[in-house]
């Protein structure tokens, strides 16, 4: 039988569990070091770009004007306006004409657009740009809460306003000015 002066006090258990808690805290610090500092990035290194010079008021206008297309989808595909989407297709083909004579475009399940840009070296494998011209219903009741008409594409205070402006009508619309941009000049990707 062990006698009760034998026993760790309470404090000692609570140094020893602090004790050892502190020794795994530091080894799990020297393992996440010791992998850290083997870490290589996969970062590729590339070339820097020329600077283009972009007519941002220009561009604005574009945005602008394809945010005024009511893109909207639903769940219920019955309340999508068709129309509207090849109204703003038809917008595309005529805002950005030298992308259109050079790319192949097809219609995917409804109204998604997939157009190619063929490369130089086929073989290679393609890269994919990405953006949705679809933007969410504005739910009812809330059109007062707007700065501006969801749907009015403003320019105004340095930014342009409306349903997509950010999601994301503005990624398609810089995708688009930059291939539109490129294919006037001429050039040609490396890979489609």
Same mark, same amino acid.
């Given at each position: ?13 609570m140094r020893r569990a602090l004790l050892a808690a502190g020794l795994v805290l530091a080894t ?126 403003? !320019? =105004? /205070? %340095? &930014?342009?306003?409306? *349903? ?18 490129? !294919? =006037? /000049? %001429? &050039?040609?990707?490396? *890979?489609?």
């Amino acid at each position: 039988m062990v006698a009760p002066t034998d026993l760790p006090s309470q404090r000692e258990l609570m140094r020893r569990a602090l004790l050892a808690a502190g020794l795994v805290l530091a080894t799990l610090v020297a393992v996440a070091l010791l992998r850290s500092a083997g870490f290589e990035s996969k970062q590729l290194a590339v070339e820097p770009t020329k600077v283009v010079a972009v007519d941002t008021a220009a561009v604005a206008d574009r945005l602008a004007a394809a945010i005024r297309f009511r893109t909207v989808s639903h769940t219920d595909r019955s309340r999508i306006d068709e129309g509207e989407f090849q109204r703003f297709h038809r917008h595309l083909r005529n805002t950005y004409p030298a992308l259109h004579a050079v790319l192949k475009r097809e219609r995917i399940a409804g109204q998604s657009l997939l157009y190619t840009w063929p490369g130089r070296q086929s073989d290679r494998p393609p890269i994919l740009l990405l953006a949705h011209q679809d933007v969410v219903p504005v739910e009812a009741g809330t059109e007062k809460d707007w700065e501006h008409p969801p749907f009015a594409g403003r !320019v =105004a /205070e %340095g &930014f342009v306003w409306g *349903r997509g402006s950010m999601d994301d009508k503005g990624n398609l619309v810089c995708i688009l000015e930059a291939v539109e941009a490129l !294919v =006037a /000049e %001429g &050039f040609q990707p490396e *890979r489609t």
